[in-house]
Antibody, heavy 117, light 111 residues
């Protein structure tokens, strides 16, 4: 079965750090660009970051640039999102997603990140 | 950044009725437009990619059309499980683009 499973979310204080993981299975992970998308509960979807299939290129939304780092370990079929200097505005459900053609065809179940004191 | 504007924000319809959702882009995205369905507590599910191609397993009652700056998602006859929020998404800033964007969503609710 093709699937993505996120982990690592939780409650963190403002200014703190958190690392999210996304374990892929059922497909050849190293052939795909991978992304993180977030969603404030009750609000819309917002793209966060992307990484090339071999990890050679990354891009970020302006709102997280310089604070978040996307990476991957193709040997472990795992995607990561290192989040530093977290703010209240980063509170959201974080999804990892596979890009195929021009759309996200596989999504994880999401992991909740809450930034609060 | 390309902005996607979805309308209406809410669509109140009855089962069996036809639903037409719109997505307008601030500049041309060619045919690189996708549609997703999201139900409460669930991840989005891909319905349509490249404006008019149904994703694997998506029923034929879902169809997409359009190109350039104006797109529509049509649900020919609403089933009870179709009441949800729908998002459009573009990726035409690619490469060397640095962002993909989503529309604000249309909620299809039971009338």
């Amino acid at each position: 079965e093709v699937q993505l499973v996120e982990s690592g979310g939780g409650l963190v204080q403002p200014g703190g750090s958190l690392r999210l993981s996304c374990a892929a299975s059922g497909f050849t992970f190293n052939r795909y660009w991978m992304h993180w998308v977030r969603q404030v509960p009750g609000k819309g979807l917002v793209w966060v970051a992307r990484i090339h299939s071999d990890g050679s290129s990354t891009s970020y939304a302006d709102s997280v640039k310089g604070r978040f780092t996307i990476s991957r370990d193709n040997a472990k079929n795992t995607l990561y999102l290192q989040m530093n200097s977290l703010r209240a505005g980063d509170t959201a459900v974080y999804y990892c997603a596979r890009l195929r053609f021009s759309a996200f065809d596989i999504w994880g179940q999401g992991t909740m990140v809450t930034v609060s004191s | 950044e390309i902005v996607l504007t979805q309308s209406p924000a809410t669509l109140s319809l009855s089962p069996g009725e036809r639903a037409t959702l719109s997505c307008r882009a601030s500049q041309s995205v060619s045919s690189y437009l996708a549609w997703y369905q999201q139900k409460p507590g669930q991840a989005p599910r891909l319905l349509i990619y490249d404006a008019s191609n149904r994703a694997t397993g998506i029923p034929a009652r879902f169809s997409g059309s359009g190109s350039g700056t104006y797109f529509t998602l049509t649900i020919s006859s609403l089933e009870p499980e179709d009441f949800a929020v729908y998002y459009c998404q573009q990726r035409s800033d690619w490469p060397p683009g640095v962002s993909l964007t989503f529309g604000g969503g249309t909620k299809v609710e039971i009338k």
